[in-house]
Protein backbone atom coordinates (compact mmCIF):
# COMPACT_ATOMS: atom_id res chain seq x y z
CA UNK A 1 0.00 0.00 0.00
CA UNK A 2 1.07 3.75 -1.06
CA UNK A 3 -0.48 6.70 1.12
CA UNK A 4 -0.42 10.27 -0.32
CA UNK A 5 -2.18 13.42 0.95
CA UNK A 6 -2.31 16.61 -1.78
CA UNK A 7 -4.95 19.16 -2.70
CA UNK A 8 -7.29 18.67 -5.36
CA UNK A 9 -6.52 21.80 -7.78
CA UNK A 10 -8.98 21.38 -10.65
CA UNK A 11 -9.81 19.43 -13.97
CA UNK A 12 -8.74 19.56 -17.54
CA UNK A 13 -8.41 17.49 -20.59
CA UNK A 14 -5.53 15.38 -22.30
CA UNK A 15 -5.84 14.97 -26.04
CA UNK A 16 -4.74 11.96 -27.21
CA UNK A 17 -2.87 11.30 -30.90
CA UNK A 18 -6.09 10.22 -32.31
CA UNK A 19 -8.53 13.17 -31.06
CA UNK A 20 -9.59 11.13 -27.81
CA UNK A 21 -10.39 13.29 -25.38
CA UNK A 22 -9.66 12.31 -21.25
CA UNK A 23 -10.99 14.36 -18.45
CA UNK A 24 -8.54 14.63 -15.32
CA UNK A 25 -7.99 16.15 -11.78
CA UNK A 26 -5.17 17.90 -10.95
CA UNK A 27 -3.81 17.28 -7.79
CA UNK A 28 -0.70 18.58 -6.09
CA UNK A 29 -0.04 15.69 -4.20
CA UNK A 30 3.26 15.82 -1.54
CA UNK A 31 5.98 16.09 -0.82
CA UNK A 32 4.91 14.35 2.58
CA UNK A 33 7.03 13.89 5.33
CA UNK A 34 6.71 10.80 7.72
CA UNK A 35 6.04 12.23 10.79
CA UNK A 36 5.73 9.02 12.86
CA UNK A 37 5.98 4.89 13.15
CA UNK A 38 3.50 2.82 14.61
CA UNK A 39 4.57 -0.48 15.23
CA UNK A 40 3.28 -3.83 16.75
CA UNK A 41 5.90 -3.62 19.66
CA UNK A 42 5.00 -0.27 21.03
CA UNK A 43 1.69 0.19 19.70
CA UNK A 44 0.17 -2.89 18.68
CA UNK A 45 -0.05 -2.34 14.89
CA UNK A 46 2.20 -1.32 12.26
CA UNK A 47 1.28 2.13 10.43
CA UNK A 48 3.05 5.57 8.81
CA UNK A 49 1.99 8.73 9.94
CA UNK A 50 2.31 11.10 6.93
CA UNK A 51 2.01 15.42 6.65
CA UNK A 52 1.14 17.50 4.18
CA UNK A 53 1.81 21.42 3.98
CA UNK A 54 3.85 23.25 6.47
CA UNK A 55 1.80 25.72 8.79
CA UNK A 56 2.95 28.12 11.10
CA UNK A 57 3.70 27.32 14.66
CA UNK A 58 1.67 30.24 16.34
CA UNK A 59 -1.31 28.30 14.91
CA UNK A 60 -0.16 24.92 16.06
CA UNK A 61 -0.78 23.09 18.83
CA UNK A 62 2.42 22.44 21.01
CA UNK A 63 2.37 18.47 20.80
CA UNK A 64 2.54 19.03 17.35
CA UNK A 65 5.24 21.68 17.46
CA UNK A 66 7.42 19.29 19.94
CA UNK A 67 6.87 16.26 17.32
CA UNK A 68 7.67 18.47 14.57
CA UNK A 69 11.06 19.45 16.25
CA UNK A 70 12.16 16.55 17.08
CA UNK A 71 12.41 15.44 13.37
CA UNK A 72 13.70 18.86 12.30
CA UNK A 73 10.21 20.11 10.28
CA UNK A 74 8.07 22.38 10.46
CA UNK A 75 4.24 21.19 11.64
CA UNK A 76 1.96 20.16 9.15
CA UNK A 77 -1.37 21.07 8.21
CA UNK A 78 -2.81 17.56 7.39
CA UNK A 79 -2.31 14.37 9.07
CA UNK A 80 -2.86 11.26 8.19
CA UNK A 81 -2.28 7.43 8.70
CA UNK A 82 -2.17 4.28 7.16
CA UNK A 83 -1.99 0.87 8.47
CA UNK A 84 0.19 -2.08 7.29
CA UNK A 85 0.87 -5.36 7.40
CA UNK A 86 4.60 -5.63 7.93
CA UNK A 87 6.82 -3.24 9.79
CA UNK A 88 7.45 -0.13 7.60
CA UNK A 89 10.44 0.02 5.25
CA UNK A 90 10.68 4.06 5.95
CA UNK A 91 12.04 5.90 8.22
CA UNK A 92 10.71 8.88 10.55
CA UNK A 93 11.60 12.46 8.31
CA UNK A 94 11.81 10.43 4.95
CA UNK A 95 9.80 12.49 2.25
CA UNK A 96 7.73 10.50 0.09
CA UNK A 97 6.51 12.46 -3.58
CA UNK A 98 4.54 11.46 -6.45
CA UNK A 99 7.30 9.27 -7.91
CA UNK A 100 5.80 6.28 -5.50
CA UNK A 101 3.27 6.12 -8.42
CA UNK A 102 3.24 4.85 -11.73
CA UNK A 103 1.27 5.77 -14.98
CA UNK A 104 -1.58 3.66 -15.38
CA UNK A 105 -1.22 2.62 -11.62
CA UNK A 106 -5.19 2.27 -10.16
CA UNK A 107 -5.78 4.48 -6.91
CA UNK A 108 -8.37 5.06 -4.37
CA UNK A 109 -9.06 8.97 -3.68
CA UNK A 110 -10.47 10.03 -0.69
CA UNK A 111 -11.75 13.71 0.12
CA UNK A 112 -14.53 15.99 1.81
CA UNK A 113 -17.68 16.20 -0.69
CA UNK A 114 -18.92 19.74 -1.56
CA UNK A 115 -21.24 21.03 1.18
CA UNK A 116 -24.58 22.05 -0.20
CA UNK A 117 -26.34 23.05 3.05
CA UNK A 118 -30.19 22.03 3.31
CA UNK A 119 -32.16 20.56 0.83
CA UNK A 120 -35.00 17.88 -0.35
CA UNK A 121 -35.90 14.59 -1.47
CA UNK A 122 -35.34 15.56 -4.78
CA UNK A 123 -31.82 16.92 -4.98
CA UNK A 124 -30.67 14.92 -1.85
CA UNK A 125 -31.86 11.92 -2.83
CA UNK A 126 -33.30 11.79 -6.47
CA UNK A 127 -36.95 11.45 -5.67
CA UNK A 128 -39.19 11.88 -8.35
CA UNK A 129 -41.65 14.99 -8.76
CA UNK A 130 -45.09 14.92 -8.51
CA UNK A 131 -47.49 15.59 -11.31
CA UNK A 132 -47.34 19.80 -12.30
CA UNK A 133 -51.43 20.10 -13.35
CA UNK A 134 -54.63 19.24 -12.37
CA UNK A 135 -54.19 20.99 -9.12
CA UNK A 136 -51.21 19.14 -8.19
CA UNK A 137 -50.04 19.69 -4.27
CA UNK A 138 -47.15 17.61 -4.49
CA UNK A 139 -44.99 19.61 -7.17
CA UNK A 140 -41.85 18.21 -4.88
CA UNK A 141 -42.76 17.17 -1.78
CA UNK A 142 -41.71 13.72 -0.38
CA UNK A 143 -45.05 12.18 -0.08
CA UNK A 144 -46.07 9.85 3.00
CA UNK A 145 -42.83 9.14 5.52
CA UNK A 146 -45.01 6.27 7.41
CA UNK A 147 -48.39 4.81 8.62
CA UNK A 148 -50.76 7.29 11.19
CA UNK A 149 -51.83 4.60 13.89
CA UNK A 150 -49.42 1.60 13.76
CA UNK A 151 -46.47 1.89 14.06
CA UNK A 152 -47.10 5.63 14.77
CA UNK A 153 -43.14 6.90 14.29
CA UNK A 154 -41.48 7.11 11.44
CA UNK A 155 -38.68 4.47 10.77
CA UNK A 156 -34.98 4.75 11.31
CA UNK A 157 -33.20 5.42 8.52
CA UNK A 158 -35.61 7.41 6.31
CA UNK A 159 -34.60 9.12 3.47
CA UNK A 160 -36.03 12.81 4.10
CA UNK A 161 -34.58 16.43 3.24
CA UNK A 162 -31.97 17.72 5.38
CA UNK A 163 -27.72 18.81 5.40
CA UNK A 164 -26.36 17.45 1.98
CA UNK A 165 -22.70 16.67 0.75
CA UNK A 166 -19.70 17.65 3.50
CA UNK A 167 -18.86 13.76 4.25
CA UNK A 168 -16.12 12.01 4.04
CA UNK A 169 -16.15 9.86 0.41
CA UNK A 170 -13.85 7.36 -1.42
CA UNK A 171 -13.97 6.77 -5.25
CA UNK A 172 -12.05 3.70 -5.95
CA UNK A 173 -10.17 2.42 -8.90
CA UNK A 174 -8.82 5.92 -10.59
CA UNK A 175 -6.21 4.92 -13.11
CA UNK A 176 -3.43 7.60 -13.03
CA UNK A 177 -2.79 9.34 -16.27
CA UNK A 178 0.49 11.09 -15.95
CA UNK A 179 2.98 11.68 -12.91
CA UNK A 180 5.08 15.21 -13.13
CA UNK A 181 7.37 14.71 -10.69
CA UNK A 182 9.03 17.91 -10.96
CA UNK A 183 5.86 19.87 -10.10
CA UNK A 184 4.27 16.87 -7.72
CA UNK A 185 1.58 16.85 -10.02
CA UNK A 186 -0.67 13.94 -10.09
CA UNK A 187 -3.10 13.76 -13.22
CA UNK A 188 -6.41 11.06 -12.04
CA UNK A 189 -8.53 10.01 -14.74
CA UNK A 190 -11.90 11.57 -13.67
CA UNK A 191 -13.24 13.73 -10.92
CA UNK A 192 -12.29 13.00 -6.97
CA UNK A 193 -14.51 14.31 -4.33
CA UNK A 194 -13.87 18.03 -3.16
CA UNK A 195 -13.96 21.31 -3.90
CA UNK A 196 -10.88 23.03 -5.66
CA UNK A 197 -8.24 23.42 -3.13
CA UNK A 198 -9.50 20.87 -0.51
CA UNK A 199 -7.14 18.50 0.88
CA UNK A 200 -7.61 14.95 -0.19
CA UNK A 201 -5.58 11.32 -0.04
CA UNK A 202 -4.82 9.23 -2.54
CA UNK A 203 -3.72 5.64 -1.73
CA UNK A 204 -2.89 2.13 -3.84
CA UNK A 205 -6.36 0.64 -5.10
CA UNK A 206 -7.58 -2.41 -2.40
CA UNK A 207 -9.49 -3.68 -5.08
CA UNK A 208 -7.14 -3.27 -8.56
CA UNK A 209 -10.24 -3.57 -10.83
CA UNK A 210 -9.92 -1.00 -13.82
CA UNK A 211 -12.77 0.28 -15.12
CA UNK A 212 -14.17 0.15 -18.47
Known amino acids: MTLLLGRKRGMTQLFAEDGTVTPVTVVEAGPCTVMQLRTMEKDGYHAVQLGFEDKRDKISAKPQREAAKKIGTAPKRFLREE ?41 RHGFARGPKTHGSMN ?12 PGRVFKGKRMSGHYGAKRKTLKNLEIIRVDAERNILLVKGSVP ?11 ARTGVKKG
Open 83 to 123: RLTSAPEVEVGQTIGVDAFEEGALVDVTGITKGRGFAGTIK
Open 194 to 204: GYNGSFIQIRT
Open 139 to 150: YRRPGSIGCSAY
